[in-house]
């Protein structure tokens, strides 16, 4: 199975993605949170949850995760 692949690009310290469509790519940059900007939100579900837990980002701190959606 060939992985689905996304570029992230840092440049003066601004991150740029460049992702084809059937892949999402978010970005928590840890610089600017310590500097005071809030937590992104990442959609609940969808597997960002296993990542962060993997890159050892602290929950409510760190990251967040919007509301699941009932269907």
């Known amino acids: 199975m060939t ?3 996304g570029l992230v690009v840092v440049d003066g ?3 740029y993605v ?3 469509a059937h892949v999402r790519i978010e970005i928590v940059d840890l610089d600017n949170i310590r500097a005071g900007d809030k ?3 990442l959609p609940a579900g969808v597997g ?3 990542l962060a837990d993997r890159s ?4 409510g701190k760190e990251i967040r995760f919007s509301r699941r959606k009932k269907i």
């Open 48 to 50: 960002f949850e296993e």
């Open 18 to 20: 460049a992702e084809p």
């Open 39 to 41: 937590p992104p939100v």
């Open 56 to 59: 050892g980002l602290i929950r």
């Open 3 to 5: 992985p689905a692949i």
């Open 13 to 15: 310290g601004v991150a």
